[in-house]
């Protein structure tokens, strides 16, 4: 079955951290740009970090740049996005989604959603006290 889970979501205090995986199934990763985007309840998704396949390139968000980092290991198949420095306003169901677009465009063009190859069901990640 081609997929993506996402796991390593949870509640955490404002501050503290949470690394999130999404791993690939049926499929290799290393043939696609990787984003990871979130949807907090009554909002828009929202692209949060977005990984190239070819040369590493990487884009943020301006609202966790400096506090997330999104790596991938094409050994194991697998996209993280470290997160740092949580705030409340982090909370929300984070996804990952493969595709053939660009980088920066598939991470603030919303219109690419639906042209993505594959996407996860999410994991929630919840900042509070």
């Known amino acids: 079955q081609l997929q993506l889970v996402e796991s390593g979501g949870g509640l955490v205090q404002p501050g503290g951290s949470l690394r999130l995986s999404c791993a690939a199934s049926?499929?290799?990763?290393?043939?696609?740009?990787i984003g990871w985007f979130r949807q907090a309840p009554g909002k828009e998704r929202e692209g949060v970090s977005c990984?190239?396949?070819?040369?590493?390139?990487?884009y943020y968000a301006d609202s966790v740049k400096g506090r997330f980092t999104i790596s991938r290991d094409n050994a194991k198949n697998t996209v993280y996005l470290q997160m740092n420095s949580l705030k409340p306003e982090d909370t929300a169901v984070y996804h990952c989604?493969?595709?053939?677009?660009?980088?920066?465009?598939?991470?603030?063009?919303?219109?690419?959603?639906?042209?993505?190859?594959?996407w996860g069901k999410g994991t929630l990640v919840t900042v509070s006290s």
């Open positions: 049926g499929f290799s990763l290393d043939s696609y740009n």
């Open positions: 989604a493969a595709g053939g677009y660009t980088v920066q465009a598939m991470c603030v063009k919303p219109e690419l959603y639906y042209g993505m190859d594959y």
């Open positions: 990984v190239s396949s070819t040369d590493g390139s990487t």
